[in-house]
């Protein structure tokens, strides 16, 4: 059920030059490996779904930012009035289902650059 596949191509990159604040580019030939495994994906989608339900039941106790920890990236906080306006006071707690679908869907994955583009993927994973 582990599977793997990789490719060689040619990627860009881009940086911020510190010193005169233009931006870089540069090309560079490497080789992605990505791999699923499907006990790792069942572990994550295990964890994401414990984290979101950790969410939520704070969420209904009105809990402080602080406290989420880990579940915090599952849940936008906005600040809002009771029209759902953007105000300096009350914050608004909602769940980041965009994140949590996409979560899940990555769930399993793993990806490997490498600029050693002979040696076969087998060797690397």
Known sequence: MY??????DEFEYKFKDSETG????????EKRIVTF???LAKKQIYE?????EK???LKASQAKRSEYGDSAKYVIFTTTDKKGNNTNGKIKVTMNEDLIKKSVELAGYNMLVTSEISMADKERV
């Open 3 to 8: 599977r793997t596949k990789e490719c060689v």
């Open 22 to 29: 233009k931006i870089k580019k540069f090309k560079i030939t």
């Open 37 to 39: 495994n499907p006990k």
């Open 48 to 52: 994401i779904n414990k984290e979101v």
């Open 55 to 57: 969410a939520k039941l």
